[in-house]
């Protein structure tokens, strides 16, 4: 191999040693001071990100949208939203960050479009239009066929058919109302849609993650789903409202789909561009979407287990050894603890800044690719809003669920409450919007508390230990590409330990994820801790550590 395709192929697997920053477009910064994010604020704080080590930004949508469910509704797939700017804006942006070493990839909605598509508007208009059978349509049941055609629910809980006069028929969708599927047994719809991705790729975007890439198909013959005994999803189950999801989630053609899907992005490969899939289910199903071990279908695929896994050694070790089985050498698992959907990260911990801590070590230390959410890296909260003044298409739709239960969920069914605005400083608003503009969601309280200006100043503060942990990834090879070993020897029901290897550099990672003191098994050499004070033969209450492991 001469040396220049050794560095050839090592830049086709860049994804591999990737960290990502997520970016919720509305909520980041706002340059034009109408309470909502926007492209060029997201040039103005591109250095921000790069100062912390990120290497690649994945922002939801910000193509042209009615915004009902913020983005997610496409009206217009080749055409960015004026709320965030125009295709000058994002050509810029796209710029700015190569220019900066750095990847961008956006999300790419396939599965469904807005009902004020263009095409679902014809395609609703009558039977027998050029785009009539572009969408899913089935006639209902029972005498005036105004019965839906079988019992199926949407992943957002609601019924998954909608009845349309003009056509005196049932339309399907996967999610919300409002958000028509696409019907991909229908060949123009393929390939339409593979131009759209052809379209972006050609602009020089890096790749998509592929927003619930798990509901692409579903049965054709439409059979019923089966009941279940849980009300809410999990993230191995796809049950809700007490059915599970089997006919139209996770159908074996969209695993073929994700192969085709590939074929398109691999014709773009100076630089290679990547997929990952967003999929709930088991991982020795949905890692099939990854086919032929990551060298056809997708890169990678979200892994929610790590959301919804306690915070505790023996789980975390569980949940790892299960990443290492289903996704092995040459796959890469993917850890995500939180995105746009989920309740913050600080939250889940309980508000504790030294388990936020404790988390990012975790996250940048094992093997896989780590994704931060906006604002994790400096512990936003989650911000309290009562479901009656929900903006979420979710939380307007659930407004008959007493707000008690609501607040007393681990889980957020008002996902405004994640997607509050950027802690810049703190000015009014927290620097994300002119002090005299109003946010388009309430923004922290404790914004004065805690800010990226403040955390900056700070030695000790989540963001720069954040910025610590992502500098050794970056700089050290076993942590960004070597392989995982779990340190069995070491690990108990209060501590967690692996070793990270590359070549004949070894590293010991040890977490003590629990209240009490733990003897530190090896004396050795500290690279990076979560704690700045404490004796060395000692591990305080949830410190983690990097240490050069001896060579035996």
């Not at 991909?184 to 972006?200: G, L, S, T």
């Not at 013959?221 to 006919?247: C, G, V």
């Not at 922290?444 to 963001?463: G, H, T």
């Not at 910025?467 to 960004?480: F, H, Y």
Request: aromatic share 12%.
């Amino acid at each position: 191999m001469s040396p220049n395709s050794a560095s050839a192929s090592e830049d086709a697997e860049w994804w591999k040693k990737t960290t990502v920053y997520h970016i919720y477009p509305r909520s980041f910064f706002d340059s034009n001071g109408d309470g909502i994010g926007d492209i060029p604020g997201i040039i103005e704080k591109l250095d921000y990100i790069h100062y912390l080590g990120y290497e690649t930004i994945w922002i939801s949508p910000f193509t042209e949208s009615p915004q009902k469910d913020f983005g997610y509704d496409v009206s217009d797939y080749c055409s960015i939203s004026s709320h965030y700017g125009d295709m000058a804006l994002f050509e810029k942006l796209l710029q700015e960050v190569h220019a900066r070493g750095m990847k961008l990839v956006f999300d790419l909605v396939l599965n469904h479009t807005s009902n004020e598509h263009a095409w679902f508007k014809e395609s609703a208009s009558s039977r027998d239009n050029p785009k009539a059978d572009w969408y899913i349509w089935r006639n209902g049941k029972g005498r005036k066929g105004t019965t839906p055609p079988n019992n199926w629910r949407a992943m957002a809980g609601n019924k998954a058919w909608t009845y349309y006069p003009e056509r005196k028929q049932f339309n399907y969708t996967a999610f919300l109302p409002f958000q028509p599927d696409l019907n991909y047994d229908n060949p123009e719809v393929k390939d339409a849609m593979f131009d759209i991705a052809r379209f972006w790729l050609n602009k020089g975007v890096d790749g998509f993650r592929l927003d619930i890439i798990s509901a692409i198909y579903e049965d054709p013959e439409l059979r019923d789903n089966p009941l279940s005994f849980r009300l809410a999803p999990s993230d191995k189950s796809l049950s809700i409202f007490f059915q599970h999801l089997k006919h139209n989630f996770l159908h074996e053609k969209s695993f073929e789909f994700a192969a085709e899907l590939r074929n398109v992005v691999d014709e773009f490969d100076s630089p290679r561009r990547i997929l990952i899939g967003e999929s709930h289910g088991d991982e020795g199903l949905i890692n099939r979407f990854c086919y032929d071990k990551g060298r056809n279908g997708l890169n990678a695929i979200f892994l929610f287990k790590a959301v919804s896994t306690p915070f505790k050694a023996p789980n975390y070790r569980d949940m790892l050894m299960r990443f290492e089985e289903h996704f092995a050498e040459p796959l890469m698992p993917t850890l995500v603890f939180a995105n746009h959907d989920r309740t913050r990260v600080i939250s889940r911990m309980g508000g504790s800044v030294e388990k936020a801590k404790l988390l990012a070590l975790f996250q940048f230390t094992c093997r896989g690719i780590p994704f931060t959410y906006f604002g994790d890296e400096i512990g936003i909260p989650r911000v309290r809003i009562p479901l009656r003044h929900g903006k979420d298409a979710i939380a307007m739709q659930h407004k008959w669920v007493p707000q008690f239960l609501v607040d007393r969920s681990a889980e957020i069914l008002n996902r405004d409450e994640c997607r509050t605005p950027m802690l810049w400083n703190e000015e009014a608003n927290a620097g994300f919007c002119h002090v005299s503009s109003q946010p388009w969601l309430p923004v922290a309280e404790n914004f004065r508390e805690i800010n990226v200006e403040r955390q900056m100043a700070e030695p000790d503060s989540l963001l720069n230990f954040y910025r610590k942990v992502i500098r050794l990834r970056n700089e050290t090879q076993a942590l960004n590409a070597g392989r995982l070993e779990i340190a069995h020897e070491f690990c108990t029901r209060k501590m967690l330990a692996y070793y990270r290897i590359a070549g004949d550099d070894k590293y010991l990672v040890l977490l003590n994820m629990s209240k009490y003191r733990l003897k530190v098994p090896l004396d050795n050499n500290v690279l990076l801790s979560t704690h700045t004070q404490g004796e060395a033969a000692q591990l305080q209450p949830f410190e983690g550590r990097v240490m050069v492991a001896a060579h035996h």
